[in-house]
């Protein structure tokens, strides 16, 4: 990390007043290090940037942004947190080749994890039982492939990717919205606190940032970027997941999608991508195919390819429900039972965890 005085210099040229991404660029590239920029005199800076922004940056940092700076300085001296600058030689090297790389990192835990191989796994927040299952258990098998799994900390897919990445040493890494240190949504903290402690959380926003709208589609661009390749595991047809692997393509990752039912409104958004050229997978294996022989195959034994309710005896009313979500009543007439009976074996194979009720009424296996 850098030293206190220079780090203070980046905090500060983060935090003023006009200078966004851009213009921050601007003024590195033609003063170097962020001292020399607020040493460099109202001419010269006016050279590169509007001259209202040049007089704020030739004085003094105003109160506020002392204050921020000061107490960023104190959280980066706790155990576990670091303030990465684009200067430091740990600053993941993935994002210096996306167009616009943060300024800053707020990082927690294994800072290690930024430069390892790493696959974004995301999905929608409103979730299905299916697709959070999917989306773990991907995530576990790459996971122990050797690739750290890179997710948002959103509740559905984003959640279930990071647990599945917590289950071997290459881990997870969770990119935030909000300042380093709140957690949103609440939900989660439980598990943010678990992936602070055994794998990776960052966020390029100032502590004491709340939960704003406008923040969480720009870390996707960190998300996808950190990453080899983006898998969506669910996505509607508008959906920040799309966002994520838009960017992640722009940025020339690979884009992954798991296929759903037709009539699943949670699988139109990876159909939509696979007919864009995304890559269909079934399995961990076609990732892993695709990105090429870098990591050790995931252990034969490991319980996450092979799910419990898959070596079940089959249900007769399994069978008949097929793949498709179906109505109870479309599964009377399929199979001829009363109402009753019907009723008794969803509510069985409901608790054994094999099918669960969709929002529109249907029924879905979740093998």
């Given at each position: 990390?850098?030293?206190?005085?220079?780090l203070?210099h980046?905090?500060?040229?983060?935090?003023?007043?006009?200078?966004?991404?851009?213009?921050?660029?601007?003024?590195?590239?033609?003063?170097g290090?962020?001292?020399?920029?607020?040493g460099?005199?109202?001419d010269?800076?006016?050279?590169?940037?509007p001259?209202?922004?040049?007089?704020?940056?030739?004085?003094?940092a105003?109160?506020?942004?002392?204050?921020?700076?000061?107490?960023s300085?104190?959280?980066?001296?706790?155990?576990?947190?670091?303030?990465?600058?684009?200067?430091?030689a740990?600053?993941?090297?993935?994002?210096?080749?996306i167009?616009?790389?943060?300024?800053?990192?707020?990082?927690?835990?294994?800072?290690?994890?930024?430069?390892?191989?790493?696959?974004?796994?995301?999905?929608?927040?409103?979730?299905?039982?299916?697709?959070?299952?999917?989306?773990?258990?991907?995530?576990?098998?790459?996971?122990g492939?050797?690739l750290?799994?890179?997710?948002?900390?959103?509740l559905?897919?984003?959640?279930?990717?990071?647990?599945?990445?917590?289950?071997?040493?290459?881990?997870t890494?969770?990119v935030?919205?909000?300042?380093?240190?709140?957690?949103?949504?609440?939900?989660?903290?439980?598990?943010?606190?678990?992936?602070?402690?055994?794998?990776c959380?960052?966020?390029?926003?100032?502590?004491g940032?709340p939960?704003?709208?406008?923040?969480?589609?720009?870390?996707n661009r960190?998300?996808?970027g950190?990453?080899?390749?983006?898998?969506?595991v669910?996505?509607?047809?508008r959906?920040?997941?799309?966002?994520?692997?838009?960017?992640?393509?722009?940025?020339?990752r690979?884009?992954f999608?798991i296929?759903?039912?037709?009539?699943s409104?949670?699988?139109?958004g990876?159909?939509?991508?696979?007919?864009?050229?995304?890559?269909?997978v079934?399995?961990?294996?076609?990732?892993?195919?695709?990105?090429?022989?870098?990591?050790?195959p995931?252990?034969?034994?490991?319980?996450?390819?092979?799910?419990?309710?898959?070596?079940?005896?089959?249900?007769?009313l399994?069978?008949?429900?097929g793949?498709d979500?179906?109505h109870?009543?479309?599964?009377?007439?399929?199979?001829?039972?009363?109402?009753?009976?019907?009723?008794a074996?969803?509510?069985?194979?409901?608790?054994?965890?094999?099918?669960?009720m969709?929002?529109?009424g249907?029924?879905?296996?979740?093998?």
């Amino acid at each position: 990390m850098a030293a206190a005085a220079d780090l203070a210099h980046w905090i500060r040229l983060e935090r003023s007043e006009g200078v966004g991404p851009d213009l921050a660029r601007r003024l590195l590239a033609a003063f170097g290090l962020p001292g020399n920029i607020f040493g460099a005199g109202l001419d010269a800076l006016q050279a590169v940037a509007p001259k209202r922004i040049a007089q704020l940056l030739a004085q003094p940092a105003p109160p506020a942004t002392q204050q921020l700076i000061e107490a960023s300085l104190g959280w980066a001296e706790q155990p576990g947190n670091r303030i990465l600058t684009l200067a430091d030689a740990d600053y993941p090297q993935a994002l210096l080749n996306i167009p616009d790389p943060p300024i800053l990192l707020y990082v927690r835990g294994r800072a290690e994890l930024l430069n390892r191989p790493a696959l974004a796994v995301v999905g929608s927040r409103n979730a299905s039982a299916q697709g959070q299952a999917n989306a773990e258990r991907f995530s576990a098998a790459l996971s122990g492939a050797g690739l750290t799994i890179v997710s948002g900390l959103a509740l559905g897919i984003d959640a279930a990717a990071h647990r599945g990445g917590l289950r071997h040493p290459a881990a997870t890494v969770a990119v935030i919205g909000t300042g380093a240190d709140r957690i949103y949504p609440a939900r989660n903290r439980e598990l943010a606190q678990r992936i602070v402690a055994q794998a990776c959380l960052i966020s390029e926003y100032p502590l004491g940032m709340p939960a704003l709208a406008a923040n969480f589609p720009r870390r996707n661009r960190i998300i996808s970027g950190l990453a080899r390749g983006v898998l969506v595991v669910e996505a509607a047809e508008r959906s920040g997941s799309l966002i994520t692997a838009r960017m992640a393509l722009e940025q020339g990752r690979d884009v992954f999608a798991i296929p759903g039912s037709i009539h699943s409104p949670l699988a139109r958004g990876c159909h939509q991508l696979i007919r864009q050229g995304a890559t269909l997978v079934e399995s961990s294996d076609d990732i892993l195919d695709e990105i090429g022989a870098w990591f050790a195959p995931a252990p034969v034994d490991t319980p996450v390819n092979v799910p419990a309710r898959e070596r079940a005896p089959e249900h007769a009313l399994l069978c008949s429900i097929g793949h498709d979500p179906i109505h109870a009543d479309a599964l009377r007439e399929r199979t001829q039972l009363d109402a009753a009976t019907i009723s008794a074996q969803l509510l069985e194979l409901e608790l054994q965890g094999r099918i669960e009720m969709l929002a529109d009424g249907k029924w879905q296996r979740r093998d």
